[in-house]
């Protein structure tokens, strides 16, 4: 980076996550402020020195002093973009910084104005979220660098892999689209993983042959199709016990009128957000093969579920392949 703004040239920076600090944590107890209404941890904002829920906008001040223990020893982990940011001030005296994400590009026209002024050279280093990893073309940019590229592709979906490369072979290529050389730098723990590797050097081929093996592996599309059923309801125990019904639905059904279908029912498996806008969250799946039969089998199964009156609390929505 040094070099860069140095030479007059500039460099994107991008990190899939926004915020301060991934959360607070009490160093005596180990409590951390969770939302009220969904089952994470709140994410530090130095701008207004408030944590926050990124999913249903609930926020409350950071407390200087731990409400279980007293202590005031409250420790901010991890980094968001305004972390980021702060950390470019103080590295680099002067620099100027164009930060991109979901709290900076709140207006209509936001959005197009910033990337506009940084076109023009407004900022020596476009700072954000994945809008400043696609269909960027600046002549000017020789460096990109990726902060924390594991954020994504450890988070139990079979879709991770291939988001993590597809985030970091676009911006890599950011970097020396015109007749400047570029340069790209990926910061991971992981530096050896295959998708690691091909993102970096933009194999596409290779990457392939990875993850069409994993897939294979894991019985993920496209070698068969996922079909899951989503139960969400006020009270845990309401929902569990629906999941359960929802599971043994789709069971009979295979042992009476789907013989064919013999497939393994899956769950119930919280979400991995267990908790969204107050309501708790448990999944039921299986996997088959997209055709009439199995439509079938699903439209039965929510049918069944629905006829009976225990179901009036309970909403449940079926999707195949979800993306998260």
């Known amino acids: ?120 050279g407004g900022a020596d280093i476009l700072l954000g979220t994945q809008m400043v990893a696609k269909g960027l073309d600046f002549d000017n940019v020789t460096l990109v660098g990726v902060l924390d590229a594991d954020l994504s592709l450890f988070c139990g979906d079979y879709h991770a892999q291939e988001r993590t490369f597809s985030l970091l072979a676009q911006v890599v290529g950011r970097a020396g689209r015109r007749n400047k050389p570029g340069r790209a730098v990926i910061q991971t723990y992981h530096p050896e993983h295959p998708v690691i590797q091909a993102a970096a050097a933009q194999d596409y081929g290779d990457f392939f042959e990875y993850e069409i093996k994993s897939r294979k592996a894991l019985k993920a599309p496209p070698f068969a199709d996922l079909f899951v059923f989503q139960l969400s309801a006020a009270k845990e125990n309401d929902v569990l016990r629906a999941a359960l019904r929802m599971a043994g639905i789709l069971v009979r059904a295979m042992q009476e009128r789907y013989t064919d279908l013999q497939t393994p029912v899956l769950g119930p498996a919280p979400c991995a957000i267990l908790r969204l806008h107050n309501k708790y969250r448990y999944t039921v799946s299986f996997r088959g093969q997209d055709n009439r039969r199995v439509r079938e089998l699903v439209a039965q199964a929510l049918n069944t579920f629905y006829a009976s009156p225990q179901s009036r609390s309970v909403t449940v929505t079926a999707a195949r392949n979800p993306l998260t």
């Open 1 to 120: 980076l040094e070099t860069t703004i140095a030479h007059g040239e500039q460099a994107v920076l991008f990190i899939n996550r926004r915020g301060s600090a991934r959360m607070a944590v009490c160093v005596e107890c180990g409590y951390v402020p969770e939302c009220r209404n969904c089952s994470v941890a709140l994410t530090y904002h130095l701008r207004n020195g408030r944590l926050m829920c990124h999913h249903c906008g609930y926020s409350v001040p950071l407390e200087r002093s731990c409400p279980v223990c007293g202590s005031e020893h409250i420790r901010l982990i991890g980094a968001g973009t305004q972390k980021a940011e702060e950390e470019l001030y103080a590295l680099f005296p002067g620099v100027r910084v164009i930060r991109m994400d979901a709290d900076t590009t709140s207006g209509r026209t936001t959005h197009e104005r910033l990337l506009d002024s940084f076109a023009k």
